[in-house]
């Protein structure tokens, strides 16, 4: 089975800020990663899906990158609709989702 | 519009059993798989499998084969999941989600499911 490690398990920043969010595969996933959005209380929401295809309706200042083992997500100028878990998931061979990420403001 | 509608929250008894329902509208049921995953109270999303919508045949991640059993009311466009000899650590909110070719784009509201003595 692959194994993903995301980290950090949390993270603090200010609105305004870039924060980025690492997932590391435990084989090559040849870039079929995905990233949510999960706010409390809530189903989890894609934002992008294949390394760095955004979903429809996900605004620009998510991105993601990556390649082999190593992918990652970022937000640049964090706003407070932003605060929630994100999740990576591997699709390349069955599913596996990472551990997951807090944001909080700081 | 695409919407996958579950049914309400369970209270079980450690040893009982429950089925929760996910019902699709907005869409041809059979054209999608449909996935399951657990999400224990403050903890990670965890793959639990997923259920070929055209064939019926299941396939379980293998912490969850023995106890859990997908299945469908296909007429109804409506997946389920079965758990059974409920335990304590069962208690999560189970959620079901469309699989498309990039991950799973729409998912229900989540079911959450107590099991308590």
């Known amino acids: 089975d692959i194994q993903m490690t995301q980290s950090p398990p949390s993270l603090s920043a200010s609105l305004g800020d870039k924060v980025t969010i690492t997932c590391q595969a435990s084989?090559?996933?040849?870039?079929?990663i995905a990233w949510y959005q999960q706010k409390p209380g809530k189903a989890p929401r894609q934002l992008i899906r294949?390394?760095?295809t955004l979903v429809s309706g996900t605004p620009s200042r998510f991105s993601g990158s990556g390649s082999g083992r190593d992918y990652s997500f970022s937000i640049s100028n964090v706003e407070s609709e932003d605060i929630a878990s994100y999740y990576c998931?591997?699709?390349?061979?069955?599913?596996?989702f990472g551990a997951g990420t807090k944001l909080e403001l700081k | 519009q695409i919407q996958l509608v579950q049914s309400g929250p369970e209270l079980k008894k450690p040893g009982e059993s429950v089925k929760i329902s996910c019902k699709a509208s907005?869409?041809?049921?059979?054209?999608?798989?449909m996935h399951w995953v657990k999400q224990a109270p403050g903890k990670g999303l965890k793959w639990m499998g997923w259920?070929?919508?055209?064939?019926?045949?299941?396939t379980y991640a293998d912490d969850f084969k023995g106890r859990f059993v997908f299945s469908l009311e296909a007429s109804a466009s409506t997946a389920n999941l079965q758990i059974s000899n409920l335990k304590n650590e069962d208690t999560a909110t189970y959620f079901c989600?469309?699989?498309?070719?990039?991950?799973?784009?729409?998912w229900g509201q989540g079911v959450m499911v107590t099991v308590s003595s």
């Open positions: 259920i070929n919508t055209y064939t019926g045949k299941p």
């Open positions: 907005g869409y041809t049921f059979t054209d999608y798989a």
């Open positions: 989600a469309r699989e498309i070719k990039g991950g799973f784009d729409y």
């Open positions: 084989q090559n996933i040849n870039k079929y």
């Open positions: 294949y390394t760095s």
């Open positions: 998931l591997q699709y390349d061979n069955l599913y596996t």
